[in-house]
């Protein structure tokens, strides 16, 4: 098998498990520019860095500033963030991941390595 059959088989296995674990009732239900915001956040906070709600609604370029700003609400409402006020300034608030957004990027990672270790 080729190293670029071998990709693809991990990938699908990846999407297969991820498929079961959407089906779980704990799972949080995103639409499509819900998971994709939450995916770009994930990267920044990775590396150490705050994300403003300003700097959240321009990250993505093909998701407008008020469809973001929507989204931030509906990631908000289902519990996925938070918004943390600037401690010497009550207007900026910080986008922060909460445990159900930990436990989220949790799950995928084990369908990550359950895939790779099949």
């Known amino acids: 098998m080729s190293v670029q059959s071998s990709h693809s088989t991990i990938y699908l296995r990846f999407l297969d498990l991820v498929q079961g674990v959407r089906a779980l009732p704990d799972f949080p239900v995103l639409d499509p520019v ?3 915001l ?5 990267t920044a906070w990775h590396s150490g860095k705050q994300i403003t709600v300003l700097q959240a609604m321009g990250m993505s370029t093909d998701v407008s500033s008020t469809t973001a700003h929507r ?4 990631l908000r409402k289902k ?3 938070a918004l943390m ?3 010497a300034d009550n207007r900026i608030k910080y986008v922060q991941p909460t445990p159900t957004a930990q436990q989220y990027f949790s ?3 084990e369908c990550m ?3 790779h270790a099949a």
Do not use: T, V
């Not at 989204?71 to 509906?74: A, E, I, P, T, Y």
């Open 34 to 36: 819900e998971e994709r």
């Open 38 to 42: 939450l995916n770009l956040f994930a």
């Open 71 to 74: 989204r931030l609400k509906s």
């Open 79 to 81: 519990g996925m963030i």
């Open 85 to 87: 006020p600037d401690e």
């Open 107 to 109: 799950q995928l990672g």
């Open 113 to 115: 390595s359950q895939a």
